[in-house]
């Protein structure tokens, strides 16, 4: 069995999704000689990111179209399906995105043919959202549509169905996020942002409304083993991949680059904020003590946003999460 791993990297001025890649690959060290990363990256980034056994580097342009511009989040769809003969030698895909981490446990992860595998999304919060998908999906083609449950955008599955998902999830995610009005104010109780803007999970509700509509209910699984909170108090041994969230609990892909982690020491608990804040620990402190391992030993620094805290923070949610499953 072989299986990828695989994530865009694009360009960005102060390089953190190169650094969010090689937090990424560096987690990963543990994994079998199943799993390989194939990274698509932008060609200015391609030097940057760190090589090791187990770890291809695809340079890649996303084409040139006004929706990848306005709306940068579908260039995690458009990579897979554009250029997909670089991972047609895979048996199963992990279709993810940089800002995550894998846990060891993922030696374990339980592949079958016919099942997808997805993250549990967290963006539904009514009944009037709920009803607005039934109507979104309609009114995009999707009339075959049954709600299963909110979906994140890590998808694991054969390799045929995640190509095949990213294909008409992007398709479909362009026709969502130009919505009905010039104006950029998109119908219904979603939340998605100005016509131009990042911000809003568009690309995650088209993935569910494609998946829960082409594909048997049987045969799909949402788990918040996958895109678990890089802050949560879980026991790291339960879970297969970390998704490191907007906000500022440990471990905050935000507050790591904001330096509140630089002189911490390792934490011995066995929580998934633990493990995923000592990967960033270990990681940072291989690239001082030697360099030559990596393409890209130090991790950039931002500063601080205006009107922040005033200086950086090491905090604790102690979410204990009992949902598990």
Not at 59 to 79: C, E, G, I, R, W
Not at 130 to 151: C, L, N, Q
Not at 275 to 286: A, E, F, H, I, M
Not at 287 to 316: A, E, H, M, R, T
Request: with cysteine.
């Amino acid at each position: 069995m072989k299986i990828a791993i695989t994530a865009y990297v694009d360009d960005h001025p102060d390089n953190k999704f190169i650094d969010e890649c090689n937090l990424m690959t560096f987690s990963g060290r543990e994994l079998d000689e199943r799993f390989t990363f194939v990274i698509y990256a932008h060609p200015n980034t391609v030097n940057y990111i760190d090589r090791y056994k187990n770890i291809k580097v695809i340079p890649y342009k996303v084409p040139k179209k006004k929706y990848y511009d306005d709306y940068k989040f579908a260039k995690s769809l458009v990579f897979v399906h554009d250029e997909p003969e670089h991972l047609y030698e895979y048996d199963y895909i992990c279709k993810t995105d940089t800002d995550v981490m894998l846990s060891p446990n993922m030696n374990n992860f339980p592949f079958k043919e016919n099942i997808i595998y997805t993250g549990k999304g967290y963006y539904t919060f009514n009944a009037k959202m709920v009803e607005d998908y039934k109507i979104a999906a309609i009114t995009w083609g999707y009339p075959e549509y049954k709600r299963i449950g909110d979906m994140h955008s890590t998808i694991i599955s054969s390799t045929k169905n995640v190509i095949d998902i990213m294909k008409m999830s992007d398709e479909l995610c362009e026709k969502m996020y130009y919505g009905w009005h010039d104006d950029g104010i998109w119908g219904y109780s979603f939340f998605r942002g100005q016509v131009g803007s990042n911000s809003g999970v568009c690309s995650m509700y088209a993935t569910e409304i494609v998946v829960s509509s082409m594909y048997k209910k049987e045969n799909i699984l949402i788990t918040n083993k996958i895109d678990s909170g890089s802050d949560w108090e879980t026991d790291y041994n339960k879970i297969y991949h970390y998704h490191c969230y907007h906000h500022d609990f440990v471990y905050s892909k935000f507050q790591s680059k904001y330096g509140a982690y630089l002189n911490l020491d390792y934490r011995e608990g066995n929580t998934s904020a633990d493990y995923c804040l000592n990967v960033y620990l270990k990681r940072k402190n291989l690239g001082i003590s030697d360099p030559s391992l990596f393409n890209k030993p130090k991790f950039n620094l931002i500063k601080l946003p205006i009107g922040y805290y005033g200086k950086p923070v090491v905090k604790y949610n102690y979410n204990k999460r009992d949902d598990i499953k």
